[in-house]
């Protein structure tokens, strides 16, 4: 299932920006914008795309809820997801606008009953 998880972070962080012109800010929040037209969207078996925002300072956060899974340890479970992720981020040819504009993105996670789980924060010191 992490593989899984880890595949969906990498599908929704992929952005190509066609045409857009302005800030960093204006081009995550024209992206979150269009990304919360198609939401909620189900991305597998466990996990759906509730919606996503931005923030200032080239910050994009994706709301997920995870159904399906019981996670009993989420330090342990988000200790070997991020490694993952920020693996991806370095070498995964279509993060390239995330790792060229020190994009920080963060992903929220909560259970089918809207409890919070973990969040993933991915900065660019983490990836750069």
């Excluded at 080239?58 to 159904?67: C, D, E, K, N």
Aim: glycine share 4%; aromatic share 12%.
């Amino acid at each position: 299932m992490k593989q899984d998880l880890l595949y969906i972070i990498l599908f929704i962080g992929i952005i190509i920006f066609p045409g857009c012109t302005g800030s960093i800010d204006s081009q995550l929040k024209k992206l979150s914008e269009e990304a919360n037209t198609k939401c909620p969207r189900i991305l597998d078996q466990w996990t759906r795309l509730d919606s996503c925002a931005t923030f200032p300072n080239q910050t994009i956060r994706y709301y997920h809820t995870l159904s399906e899974v019981t996670i009993t340890d989420t330090t342990l479970f988000k200790s070997q997801l991020q490694p993952q992720i920020i693996s991806s981020v370095k070498t995964n040819p279509d993060m390239k606008f995330f790792r060229e504009n020190n994009v920080t993105m963060q992903y929220e996670y909560r259970n089918q009953t809207g409890k919070y789980l973990f969040s993933v924060i991915i900065e660019p010191k983490e990836y750069k």
